[in-house]
């Protein structure tokens, strides 16, 4: 009879253990929810504040969600520490390396935002994204050897991108490759006709 009444306390143990458990999922469901409602809306603060009143340091979908929103209220250096955390929990995640750029780049900190991308293409070489801001960056830097070794990769991947094909053929241009350039800003012409940056692209080309 002992043993009966142990396995019954066990059952109800468990039941419990799972009840409480179905609960907190669907309390956290409700409150991603919800912070998506007020992310829309604009009250980011309010967003913040519904996802910290469930707050798990050890999750790292919270975490990331915390990062963007503090990156959407403007509160760049806690939406790093938010970013940081789920970089963490998940080192070969890729998504919260692409979130942290932005409030690292909203600081200024070009540097980081660089090596955050690098770490990115470390796991995998042909992410579109890495490659293509890299290619920005190096770009407005004024390091239009390097940005045309990034852009080239997204263009191998995605020929007729039109935002790939205008800086790959403006990155050209600035390199003096004219023959190379004027056929990428045709090519970008094909995607947007009249497009005004390829058109003006075309107008330093003898």
């Known amino acids: 009879m002992e043993?009966?009444?142990?396995?019954?306390?066990?059952?109800?143990?468990?039941?419990?253990?799972?009840?409480?458990g179905a609960s907190a999922q669907e309390t956290m469901v409700t409150a991603f929810k919800e912070s998506y409602t007020l992310e829309q809306n604009g009250a980011y603060a309010k967003a913040i504040e519904k996802l910290k009143s469930i707050y798990d340091e050890n999750s790292y979908e919270i975490n990331l969600r915390l990062g963007w929103l503090n990156y959407q209220a403007g509160q760049f250096y806690e939406s790093k520490s938010f970013y940081s955390k789920a970089i963490?929990?998940?080192?070969?995640?890729?998504?919260p390396k692409l979130g942290m750029a932005y409030p690292a780049y909203a600081l200024g900190k070009t540097e980081e935002v660089i090596s955050l991308y690098q770490m990115i293409l470390e796991i995998d070489p042909q992410n579109t994204i890495a490659n293509y801001r890299m290619g920005l960056l190096y770009y407005y830097k004024g390091s239009y050897e390097k940005?045309?070794?990034?852009?080239?990769?997204v263009i191998n991947l995605y020929p007729f991108d039109y935002d790939?094909?205008?800086?790959?053929?403006?990155?050209?241009?600035?390199?003096?490759?004219?023959k190379e350039a004027k056929v990428l800003f045709t090519k970008a012409l094909l995607n947007k006709p009249d497009d005004a940056s390829a058109l003006e692209g075309l107008g330093y080309i003898k």
């Open 3 to 20: 043993f009966f009444k142990t396995g019954k306390v066990l059952i109800f143990v468990l039941l419990l253990s799972a009840f409480s």
């Open 88 to 95: 963490a929990l998940k080192p070969y995640a890729i998504e």
């Open 147 to 153: 940005a045309e070794s990034y852009f080239e990769k």
């Open 164 to 178: 790939s094909l205008i800086m790959f053929a403006w990155t050209k241009l600035k390199l003096q490759k004219n």
